[in-house]
């Protein structure tokens, strides 16, 4: 098992190598030049033509590779064009935010969508099952940004219980920092609650049939144990692989949460480069990201194992 | 109708201004407190020479001083400097420093910082290339006095130094305006009222500045840029919010204090809450533009330019691109309407639209039936707004039209390609400028002729720069007034670009703020939080 672990993890080096070269020839394929947007509203042509000069904007694209993977060898993401920083503090400076809130907002899905699965399926065709299929169809439909605004109106804005915008860290105390990750990590956590609860319930559905089900009931055992221990265990594979691909999504959906929201995390650090098109700043940014993606995929491999110790590599 | 609409908007913005311009005065004004305020834009670029991004500027005037300010009525007066004084032939200036002067890394502001600062300025400044070009020496006398040196004549030397807009002649200590006008500096130290917290800065997120307690103002009252900039808070935290909503929501809430720049269609909210005020910190306003490439048919074509002024209905395009009739006002000159240099010379085809008379144009043009690129930019409201009305009119009068839809990174990359238009380039572009910085011909990127060295669309127009010449080397206001409507009369007429209309954006803070500064940019000094 260790042995593949370790043969896994070698393995995601050729992988963030075809991601980086991908990144950075998708970047420069599109339109749009650093060198204006910093220029200003002022700037003639000769200005941008020094500035891109100086930013080495006008060597060849394979010149501009070799650079950027030299650099990204000796575990330098580059510089801001912009700002000057260097791309690893500006995601040091956000990672933080994007990770709480991933982490909370798949808490929420997890703790809720896996017992409302387990229930509806449990409780089939009544109406618990079609309320919880009615909150799945909606939570899944809901636009993220819409129930954002929605919530903080209620809840920020009305009742003035919780901030409507801005992240506090850890240090700050842990009062200020859960109140300012709560509406941003329920926004979030709703539609893979509701896809998860659905992947649950048909998971368990399949598995409820089983003789060895039926058995446990007839043994006389306690439905809250029939449903724990013997069906969700056995229907859980699914819902890994599902937990796991969300946790990749949240990331990405973590993008409009933090704009509604105002945080400083890595979607909105993404979401700004791209705009001005800093590309060290995409760059490094989609590396990372791309690490952490194959990182849990890994991890979703490895639980595949420790459920279901049929399953060999 | 003119006339009219004028008076209606006058009326409109006045009424705005009076009713919010007591309220940031309302109250006493109290030391200390942290003002929140939520900025146009995202702060990435620190250095007001290296750029002329307005969020740029406007976080320069926390951090640096200028040596003349600009008032809230056009007057330049002394910031930095103490007294100065002009030889009887008008070719010397000798400037002599304040007394207690210090950069905030606790050095004394010296004449040899400034001479330094005003050299990197001249480098990329338009302003300060045509003073550079006129300018035989600069030099520090003593420790608080330099003097500048003129090799030709230049009457607006003291509106250069206290130019408003970007780029802003900052100072900035010599070690640090030593950098090639081409780099960053890769220090922010400046001797204005508040230094830069650069642990606390997070691109994208928040820029903190903190009150420079060894400032010392001038003793007098201030007035946009110009007079005593005295401290009221100890800190000043910009947000960057990219969401209006959550803006809106968190003024709404107080959890942050300003908001720069709200979108118009948020402003009736914000009014009806009590808690909360408007203000319209720039009443000189904002000019839309129309900016035909000259370099490409059918553009480079003077009849089939000259056709978009017949075409141009400035209320239509205010309607589409703002909307609400008391933020905008019809102005027929391409010299900001607010300002001296405003004007009516060869602007009767641009006040009364012809579409007959356009048509006919395009005809006389020899035009070919070719697509005329059109870039619409469709993430910005009022350039959407103008793109649309454009590609109305120019089908009106005979001209096929391809709108390229595109956001406004795009735009800048777009723009800037004097290829032709179906190799990537374009045919029209819509921007804004403001009013300060179409205010005179020196600063007017609109009225050069420069050809390549002139701003996107390039038109080559020898006559409007030798004007421009003229104009800085006049002396007198009247012979300058004159110059400026001879400009304006070829601008128009070789149509350098058409202006389609000005327009004023309030701001919107809590009740609790006090002392908000009429400006081009937001300034913190003067300013209190109760």
Redesign the interface.
């Known amino acids: 098992m260790l042995a593949e672990v370790l043969r896994r993890l070698g393995a995601t080096i050729p992988v963030m190598g075809v991601v980086a070269i991908a990144v950075f020839a998708l970047l420069h394929v599109t339109?749009?030049?650093p060198a204006?947007?910093?220029?200003?509203?002022?700037?003639?042509?000769?200005d941008?033509a020094?500035?891109r000069t100086?930013l080495g904007l006008d060597q060849p694209f394979h010149a501009q590779v070799a650079i950027w993977l030299g650099r990204i060898v000796r575990g330098d993401l580059g510089t801001?064009i912009?700002?000057?920083?260097p791309v690893s503090t500006?995601i040091g400076?956000?990672a933080a935010t994007t990770a709480w809130l991933t982490l909370f907002a798949m808490l929420i899905s997890v703790g809720v969508g896996v017992p409302i699965g387990v229930l509806a399926a449990w409780r089939k065709g009544s109406w618990l099952d079609r309320g919880v299929m009615m909150f799945a169809v909606s939570g899944f439909s809901m636009p993220t940004f819409w129930l954002g605004?929605i919530l903080?109106?209620v809840f920020?804005?009305t009742a003035?219980w919780l901030?409507?915008?801005?992240y506090q860290p850890l240090a700050a105390g842990l009062w200020p920092f859960l109140r300012h990750l709560i509406l941003p990590a329920v926004t979030l956590s709703v539609v893979y609650m509701a896809l998860i609860a659905r992947m649950t319930r048909a998971s368990m559905l399949g598995v409820l049939d089983e003789d060895y089900i039926r058995t446990a009931f007839a043994k006389g055992l306690a439905p809250r144990r029939v449903l724990v221990r013997h069906a969700l265990k056995n229907a859980s594979l699914p819902v890994v692989t599902i937990i796991g691909i969300g946790f990749a999504l949240l990331i990405g959906g973590a993008v409009v949460t933090e704009?509604?929201?105002?945080l400083?995390g890595l979607g909105?650090?993404t979401?700004?480069a791209i705009?001005?098109?800093?590309y060290p700043v995409i760059q490094g940014v989609l590396l990372v990201v791309s690490g952490v993606y194959v990182l849990i995929n890994l991890v979703v491999d490895v639980l595949y194992v420790v459920l279901d110790p049929r399953i060999r590599y | 109708m003119t006339q009219l609409d004028r008076r209606r908007f006058l009326a409109g913005a006045t009424a705005t201004a009076a009713a919010a311009l007591a309220a940031p005065r309302a109250h006493a004004q109290k030391s200390g407190g942290t003002l929140r305020f939520v900025a146009q834009a995202d702060l990435k670029i620190l250095d007001p020479v290296w750029t002329t991004a307005y969020i740029t500027r406007n976080h320069a005037y926390l951090i640096y001083d200028t040596l003349f300010g600009t008032d809230d009525k056009l007057q330049v007066r002394p910031q930095m400097v103490d007294k100065h004084s002009v030889s009887k032939d008008g070719m010397k200036y000798t400037f002599t420093l304040r007394n207690g002067l210090k950069w905030h890394d606790g050095q004394p502001v010296v004449a040899e910082d400034c001479v330094e600062s005003l050299k990197r300025w001249m480098k990329k400044d338009r302003f300060g290339r045509l003073l550079a070009a006129h300018t035989a020496k600069i030099a520090p006398a003593d420790r608080r006095t330099f003097t500048l040196e003129l090799g030709e004549r230049f009457g607006p030397v003291l509106e250069a130094l206290g130019k408003p807009s970007s780029n802003v002649p900052f100072m900035m200590p010599a070690r640090l305006a030593a950098t090639s006008a081409d780099e960053q500096v890769k220090e922010i130290v400046g001797s204005g009222p508040f230094r830069f917290s650069k642990d606390e800065w997070q691109p994208g997120n928040q820029v903190v500045y903190v009150r420079n307690p060894d400032y010392v103002p001038r003793n007098e009252a201030a007035s946009g840029s110009a007079g005593g900039k005295k401290v009221f808070l100890d800190k000043v935290i910009w947000r960057y919010m990219p969401d209006h909503a959550t803006a809106a929501a968190a003024l709404a809430a107080g959890e942050v204090d300003w908001w720069e720049i709200p979108p118009l269609d948020f402003i009736p909210k914000i009014e009806q809450d009590s808690t909360l005020a408007t203000f319209l910190p720039d009443p000189l306003g904002t000019q839309g533009w129309l900016r035909p490439n000259h370099l490409h048919p059918p553009f480079n074509n003077k009849k089939a330019r000259q056709a978009l002024v017949h075409m141009m209905n400035q209320e239509t395009y205010l309607q589409a691109a703002i909307g609400v009739a008391k933020y905008y006002r019809p102005c027929h000159s391409v010299f900001a309407c607010q300002g001296p240099y405003r004007s009516t010379a060869g602007a009767e085809g641009l006040a009364r639209q012809n579409l007959e008379r356009a048509r006919q144009l395009v005809k006389e043009s020899g035009y070919d039936g070719r697509p005329v690129t059109v870039v619409h930019v469709t993430d910005i409201a009022l350039l959407n707004g103008a793109a649309l009305v454009t590609r109305e009119l120019l089908g009106s009068i005979g001209f096929n039209v391809d709108l390229k839809a595109m956001d406004w990174s795009t735009n800048l990359a777009v723009r800037a390609k004097k290829d032709p238009p179906d190799k990537g380039g374009w045919n029209i572009v819509h921007t804004w400028w403001m009013a300060a910085d179409v205010m005179h011909p020196a600063v007017h990127f609109g009225v050069s002729g420069a050809g390549p060295g002139a701003w996107f669309g390039w038109p080559e127009i020898p006559q409007l720069e030798k004007l421009i010449t003229d104009w800085v080397r006049a002396s007198d206001q009247a012979r300058r007034k004159q110059i400026a409507d001879e400009v304006q009369k070829i601008a128009l007429d070789e149509v350098a670009y058409v202006p389609w209309g000005e327009y004023v954006l309030p701001t919107a803070f809590r009740r609790s703020v006090g002392g908000i500064l009429k400006f081009i940019a937001p300034l913190f000094w003067n300013v209190s939080i109760a």
Not at chain 1, 36 to 46: F, L, N, S
Not at chain 1, 275 to 278: E, I, M, N, Q, S
């Open positions: 339109p749009g030049d204006v947007i910093i220029a200003g509203d002022y700037a003639t042509t000769d941008i020094r500035i100086r801001s912009f700002s000057g920083l500006l400076q956000r605004f903080v109106y920020a804005v003035g901030p409507v915008q801005g704009s509604v929201f105002a400083p909105r650090l979401v700004d705009v001005r098109r800093d």
